[in-house]
């Protein structure tokens, strides 16, 4: 079989170094917090209430930003623009709480969409890394140089998207009088072999992915204080024709992992492969140990809640949030957040920058401007009446019976598509324009995945530089697929054009992501779709981020343990919590069980794998 | 009784009481027990009487090391390679079922509500302990709901002292069934600020039936919805003790690096049944004023913090200060 020739890091693809841009809060009298309450007993729970308790084995819970310096804003901005370790160090050992702490800012909070778990990791101690490390030398299309010495390696298996809003895909688009038969096949082919209804909810897998490989690769360096570095492979199992190229030796890597014929039957592959290792002292990002816990505090605030940068009117919100206030996203940010997601699309491909803004398409409406109100009026528009041809066509047969529920809860996506925001970015890629490039398509969508999440955590950075004491912060972002999944059904079944044809006519753009910015001080509500969906849990606020035993195993002396799952115990940790960040009300009572308890001192101070340090 | 001896001690002036020791080589069954405490549901004490003092000794027992390492598991402790501070009681437990339905002690067993306990462990105890056990009860005294009493343990290492602990127990009158009265300690949803811990526990259906299975105590309030409803609960309700030692791992957690090694002292207050399945809210926090200084207090509480279950709190101090019954 011909070796696929590996990608050749050009010599410009050294990232654009970023700068801090302050966002000017709003005059005092303008400010406003959010200060969410309890309901009190015989009030009525809305989105806005503080949810009655948290039961989570989750790292995260319900944090707030803490205010970051300008300077610390400078420090943090390295992260931003890592170049891949040259080599690692010899290393020392590594004990339970920074593996756990690596893993919280890793695979256990990495964007996803917020009702989905699509990743799972295990990771090896020195011993079988060495082992790792022979294997990834065997396989083809290494965008990087695999390196010896790494403390450990994680592997990380992904399946493909599926939720209740998948489930709902599966009745659209089908033509009347043959729809029984059509969705059964349609359900057939999903189940059995993971076909997806639409393009875009296949490449939502690899969106995460790019998004969990930009974290992990700060998650490294953070957990560690700045001590070691990640060096990432993702090209190798990207691909069919790649996963084809290199099947022996996945299958030794999912041996090593246990890979059972059940997981693969539900869809779990290997998708990435992270070296872990002491950095270089010349290598390492130059922050302070204090800094890189309070960047970890703050991180998890950022993926604590699902911020929509609209103004939420609707008359049940509270006061504060129907005032507008005097704040704009500056200019410079929005020009940062887009240098950042050059810089990543340029990172994880290998490509010169020019080259990855070139072939990142990115689109930017501003809504201050005249063109812009206009450019998403119609975005609007076409979103709203693909919905509406959506909900007409869905199939009586499955749609009565359930009491109209299914379109009711079609029409319900309109409120994903608002798009509310004042600087918009629709971001996409051109398959040809990929492949001509000779990069593998979906190694691309991962990462422009990676691309738009370091573009809006620049934002929301920004959004916590010098942050004064009366606001929750100063930007805020929303990263979505709904309005890119909902233009691929208008494309898929309505023949209508991609979001981003008229921007870029004759490149054939196929949209992925879109994310808005919005300068305001109050943080929304928090919600998921699952509160939305299950009348159980409305009001009482669901959290389905994963606890450590649900997705991450240790490999040590042989054996394979679910991460922080001992003697009975599960994790209950909320990690970096010494920075005190959680979401109170404001005459300061807590939500039970938010801030955690945690992992036994004893336990979390011990060497993984104390028999395999060097 | 099986396995043991009983002795009778002498008889006072006045009243009828009567000096009751019983010598065990091995824990005595549960099951007569409780079928003894259906008998005598009917029992009712004649004014005047006081509860005579009824003992049991238990001969050196050790910890068999699964049923140690499924309670350490049910109760999230870790192994330490000590016994738990709760685990004395969870072995004098068929000792005091035995005094409670014994004839001699004039109140129903049936009915009798755990009402707190206090602990004092004299010093850390190593996992393969042989453990003599002493079980006391002795008179009463007359509180608004009905007859309280106290059922004090101790637990001795070769002769040693190391282990004591007071149960204070209710029997209820009849018209005192109902419902506690809201305490002032119950409060708004929310938690106050200041916790150290703060976590929401999940108590499975099965919960009761897996912590009887280990502890001997096959109470059926415990067990099945459908046994329990015969006795009044809507659902089965949780074992104070399993919650107890359950929030006191948590809390020990807390306690300063070197806690292990002085006396333990443990006062813990049970409020309101945990009902099955449920979730449950455990909190912790520093010394304030009324709690000793240096200790932790803790409560279990309904998820949302309003309703409480228990309360306590524990310390570590140098000096032994044998815990009593209350005057």
């Known amino acids: 079989m011909t070796a696929m020739p590996a990608l050749k890091i050009e010599d410009d693809a050294r990232p654009k170094p970023l700068e801090p841009v302050a966002v000017a809060p709003p005059p005092p009298e303008e400010r406003r917090r959010r200060a969410a309450d309890f309901a009190e007993p015989g009030q009525r729970r809305t989105r806005y209430s503080l949810p009655t308790h948290l039961e989570s084995g989750s790292p995260v819970g319900f944090r707030t930003r803490l205010p970051l310096s300008r300077e610390e804003v400078v420090q943090a901005l390295r992260l931003f623009a890592l170049e891949r370790p040259s080599e690692f160090a010899s290393s020392g050992s590594v004990t339970e709480r920074e593996l756990f702490e690596e893993a919280s800012l890793g695979v256990l909070s990495s964007r996803q969409s917020t009702n989905f778990n699509g990743h799972r990791q295990t990771t090896f101690g020195p011993a079988d890394s060495a082992r790792l490390s022979g294997l990834l030398r065997r396989l083809d299309g290494l965008e990087a140089p695999v390196l010896d010495g790494a403390a450990y390696t994680h592997v990380v298996f992904s399946r493909p998207y599926r939720t209740p809003f998948t489930f709902l895909l599966t009745l659209v688009g089908h033509p009347p009088v043959v729809s029984p038969f059509t969705v059964a096949l349609r359900a057939l082919r999903k189940r059995f072999q993971h076909a997806d209804d639409i393009p875009t909810i296949g490449y939502l897998q690899h969106l995460h992915l790019g998004i969990l490989a930009d974290a992990m690769e700060r998650a490294a360096v953070l957990a560690s204080g700045d001590e070691r570095r990640a060096q990432i492979f993702m090209a190798p199992f990207a691909g069919d024709a790649r996963r084809r190229a290199n099947a022996a030796v996945l299958e030794e890597i999912e041996a090593m992992c246990g890979l059972s014929a059940r997981d693969r039957r539900q869809g779990w592959r290997v998708a990435l492969v992270a070296q872990v290792g002491a950095a270089l002292p010349h290598e390492r990002v130059g922050l302070e140990p204090e800094l890189c816990r309070k960047l970890g505090a703050n991180l998890l605030a950022l993926r604590s809640e699902r911020i929509q940068p609209g103004v939420n009117a609707e008359e049940s919100a509270p006061a504060q949030y129907h005032q507008r206030q005097s704040m704009d996203v500056p200019d410079e940010l929005t020009v940062m957040a887009g240098r950042a997601a050059y810089n990543a699309f340029s990172h994880w491909t290998g490509v010169s920058r020019e080259e990855a803004r070139r072939l990142a398409l990115l689109e930017r409406v501003d809504v201050l401007t005249p063109n812009g109100k206009e450019r998403l009026r119609d975005i609007r528009r076409e979103l709203d009446d693909i919905t509406d041809e959506v909900v007409r066509n869905l199939p009586l047969w499955a749609d009565l019976p359930t009491g109209r529920a299914l379109s009711r809860n079609a029409a319900r996506g309109r409120k994903a598509f608002a798009l509310a925001g004042q600087r918009i970015y629709i971001g996409g890629l051109s398959r040809r324009e990929v492949e001509e490039a000779g990069l593998v398509w979906e190694h691309a969508v991962r990462a422009f995945g990676a691309a738009a999440s370091r573009s809006g955590l620049v934002a929301e950075l920004a959004g916590c530089q010098d942050l004064p004491s009366d606001c929750d912060l100063l930007t805020g972002v929303c990263l979505m697929a709904g309005p890119v999944n909902q233009n691929d059904i208008g494309k898929s079944f309505q023949g209508r054009a991609d979001l981003l044809a008229s921007a870029f006519p004759e490149r054939d753009p196929t949209s992925l992501l879109v994310w808005t910015l919005k300068a305001k001080t109050v943080a929304d509500p928090i919600g998921n779709e699952e509160q939305l969906l299950n009348r159980e849990r409305k009001g009482a606020l669901v959290d389905l981020r994963p606890a450590p035993h649900e997705v991450v195993q240790v490999v040590s002396g042989g054996r394979r343990t679910p991460m922080r799952h001992r003697d009975g115990k599960v994790n209950a940790e909320r990690a970096f919590a010494e920075w005190d960040n959680f979401v109170v009300a404001p005459d300061g009572r807590e939500i039970p069980g938010n801030r955690g308890s945690a992992w036994p001192a004893v336990w979390s101070a011990e060497a993984v794998w104390p028999r395999e340090q060097s | ?327």
Not at chain 2, 43 to 71: F, H, T
Not at chain 2, 104 to 122: T, W, Y
Not at chain 2, 160 to 165: C, I, K, Q, S, T
Not at chain 2, 240 to 246: H, I, L, N, P, Q
Request: charged fraction near 25%.
């Open chain 2, 1 to 327: 009784m099986a396995g043991g001896v009983e002795r009778r001690g002498g008889v006072a002036e006045g009243a009828v009481v009567s000096d009751v020791v019983l010598e065990l080589q091995s824990p005595p069954g549960t099951l007569g027990s409780f079928a003894r405490a259906l008998t005598g549901a009917r029992k009712r004490a004649p004014a005047g009487v006081s509860i005579p003092r009824l003992q049991v000794n238990l001969s050196p027992q050790v910890a068999e090391a699964q049923r140690l390492a499924e309670y350490r598991r049910l109760c999230g402790l870790r192994d330490d390679g000590r016994l738990p501070p709760t685990w004395p009681q969870v072995l004098a437990a068929p000792l005091h079922v035995a005094l409670l339905t014994h004839r001699s002690f004039p109140l129903p067993a049936l009915g009798v509500v755990h009402v707190s306990q206090r602990i004092e462990q004299l010093r850390p105890l190593p996992a393969d302990a042989a453990l003599a056990l002493t079980a006391i009860v002795e008179g009463h005294r007359e509180v608004e709901q009905g007859v309280e009493l106290d059922l004090v343990t101790e637990a001795r290492l070769k002769d040693e002292l190391v282990w004591r602990g007071v149960s204070v127990l209710l029997s209820r009158r009849r018209s005192h069934q109902a419902r506690p009265p809201r305490r002032a300690s119950e409060q708004l949803p929310g938690e106050a600020p200041g916790s150290l811990r703060s976590v929401v526990w999940r108590a499975g259906e099965d919960a009761g039936r897996r912590y009887a299975a280990v502890s001997g105590d096959w109470n059926p309030i415990h067990l099945h919805p459908l046994t329990a409803r015969a006795f009044g609960f809507p659902r089965a309700i949780a074992h104070g003790m399993w919650t107890f030692a359950r929030s006191l791992g948590e809390a020990m957690q807390e306690l300063p690096g070197d806690a292990s090694e002085g006396v333990l002292r443990v006062e813990v207050a049970f409020r309101r049944p945990v009902l099955l399945p449920s979730a449950v809210h455990f909190s912790c926090r520093r010394a304030e004023e009324g709690v000793p200084v240096g200790g932790i207090a803790f409560e279990l509480r309904s998820k949302d913090a309003a309703k409480v279950h228990l309360s306590g709190t524990v310390e570590v101090g140098a000096t032994p200060e044998v815990i009593r019954p209350s005057p």
